[in-house]
């Protein structure tokens, strides 16, 4: 038992080399630090309360809706634009210069005047015009198949079909949720102290729930009927994500490492837990089925990652032994378990870490609030060339042996589309583009760096004197000393790095489930799904990890 104020228990944390790889990174489920779970439990210790300010929609659902909700003694507003577009202008292609809806989180409750501008200039995302009291902008286009199911089942006195439901899991799919001063919106500096807004992508979470309480209330309207509460609840938010978010991990290290060591610090202070009572083990039980009911219920087109999906229902059966009532009665009961998953694949090992994060809110919670980066990170500079060698093999071991002249390891390059200022991936010897590569490459810059060091040490200034294309490496070593956990170890140029892993990896810290891949550059995914409806955020409102349709 740890006194009041005193630092919990922990085992060692995992390596930065194990963590911190694609492979790993790619099989990231979501968990109770997961910046969704954290602002609506937020919410639901404030006991928030949505109020729907506007609702001016036609019959087919066309017009504007404002909904209001305080947070940390500010007011937030949701204001939605729904238009009626052609079937030929719907696409989640970043080209698209139209959509189903269109949203801005607005500071405060909008005026008369507020609504109209934003009314004028939201549908118009990139190249609309907006004002410091717009937080967020978001746009979203509906699944037409079961939001037209909805709508008819509604109208005929019914419920929508399960199977649907269960298949599809949202009415409406965001192509951008955008904060941080994009477009003229809000710069984070702006709020990001504020009670309930500190967490990283908090104002867009909020706007991706908000938007979730939208889509029911308008598919109730067109539809005339009202769905049940569970439904609802297993009717979340789709998500279209593509090459744009994966850069955001290698520009942003003291941000990964944050995320990654409240992770990794709560894995390992479950592990130190000495012993469990019944009602913590039936806990872990229930949520081991929970978690084979919604494997069971995650089915996607692509044939290959189906196959994965298969292969971790398969292997989850058995690992589930490690949970049986002999194993979680004996000491250091959890840390057991995880050693008795690492036979399985990373699948199975990063859903059992996610598993047993769940029960414990009171151990590991608080690690929320080291998990954002307000621009006070420091790292104490390396001195001297012998120094900065040592930091090299000792963090950057990964990335020193590699040969990036050879194709394999070199044949893909980063950059920045023209037409749409997004950040794309090249075929270095087969496409154009590879002399305006962005610096993504840090394993061989690192690398490079090395190999250029002076056989006789010297202040590291004057080695960046002789060789300044070095900054960006010495940098980045030098980081590493202070935030182990913020670099990717694995070569990002390679042909066998996978973007996709680097989306799954920052997705699932948003809380995202249901990974649907469609390539190994986007994926769909689900968010919200399962979290609590407006009415529900009571004191078990947090129940919500890997949600299962009719529970």
């Not at 409240?262 to 229930?286: G, N, S, Y």
């Not at 892993?501 to 190994?520: E, T």
Request: with cysteine; aromatic share 8%; glycine share 6%.
């Amino acid at each position: 038992m740890n006194g009041v104020g005193s630092t919990p228990a922990q085992i060692a944390l995992r390596a930065p080399d194990q963590v911190m790889r694609l492979s790993r990174m790619g099989a990231m489920f979501p968990t109770r630090l997961s910046f969704l779970r954290s602002l609506i439990r937020r919410l639901a210790q404030e006991k928030a309360q949505v109020v729907r300010q506007a609702w001016e929609m036609c019959k087919d659902g066309f017009g504007h809706a404002v909904f209001s909700v305080e947070l940390g003694g500010y007011c937030y507003s949701l204001v939605a634009i729904s238009t009626d577009l052609p079937p030929e202008q719907r696409t989640d292609r970043v080209i698209a210069t139209a959509w189903d809806t269109a949203y801005v989180l607005f500071d405060g409750v909008p005026d008369a005047a507020d609504i109209a501008r934003i009314a004028q200039n939201a549908p118009l995302q990139e190249v609309g015009r907006f004002g410091p009291r717009d937080l967020v902008l978001s746009r979203a286009n509906k699944s037409v198949r079961l939001f037209a199911h909805v709508t008819q089942a509604l109208r005929a006195g019914q419920q929508p079909d399960e199977q649907m439901i269960r298949d599809v899991g949202y009415l409406m799919r965001t192509t951008a949720v955008y904060g941080n001063g994009k477009f003229g919106i809000a710069d984070r500096d702006t709020y990001h102290d504020r009670p309930g807004l500190e967490g990283p992508f908090a104002a867009e979470m909020l706007t991706v729930w908000l938007i979730r309480h939208f889509t029911h209330e308008l598919v109730e309207h067109v539809g005339q009927g009202q769905l049940t509460s569970s439904t609802k609840r297993h009717l979340g938010i789709g998500n279209s994500t593509g090459l744009g978010m994966a850069p955001f991990l290698v520009t942003h290290p003291v941000l990964l490492n944050n995320w990654m060591l409240a992770r990794e610090t709560a894995l390992a202070r479950v592990c130190a837990i000495e012993t469990l009572d019944d009602a913590q083990i039936a806990r872990l039980l229930a949520l081991a089925n929970r978690a084979a009911l919604h494997l069971a219920q995650w089915q996607v087109p692509d044939a290959e990652h189906q196959m994965r999906i298969e292969q971790l229902k398969s292997d989850w059966g058995h690992a589930m032994a490690a949970l049986d009532q002999g194993a979680l009665q004996a000491d250091t009961p959890l840390q057991g378990v995880i050693e008795a998953v690492q036979p399985y694949s990373e699948d199975v090992q990063e859903l059992m870490a996610a598993l047993v994060l769940e029960p414990f809110g009171e151990l590991v919670d608080d690690l929320a609030e080291t998990m954002a980066d307000e621009g006070k990170a420091f790292a104490p500079p390396i001195c001297n060339t012998d120094a900065l060698a040592q930091q090299m093999q000792s963090q950057f071991g990964w990335a020193l042996g590699c040969d990036y002249h050879a194709r394999p390891n070199c044949g893909q390059f980063w950059y920045v589309s023209e037409a749409k200022m997004e950040p794309r991936l090249g075929l270095r010897f087969s496409e154009e583009g590879a002399e305006l590569e962005t610096p993504l490459d840090i394993g061989r810059r690192v690398c490079a760096a090395y190999k250029d060091l002076p056989a006789q040490s010297e202040p590291v200034s004057s080695f960046l004197a002789r060789y300044p294309e070095h900054a960006l490496a010495v940098e980045r070593v030098t980081l590493s000393a202070r935030y182990p956990y913020g670099e990717i170890r694995d070569n990002l140029i390679a042909q066998t790095c996978l973007p996709i892993d680097m989306l799954r990896c920052k997705l699932s810290f948003f809380g995202a489930s249901k990974f649907d891949p469609k390539s190994d550059r986007w994926t769909r995914i689900t968010l919200c799904q399962g979290a609590p409806l407006a009415d529900e955020l009571t004191e078990t409102a947090d129940d919500w990890w890997l949600p299962v349709f009719g529970t």
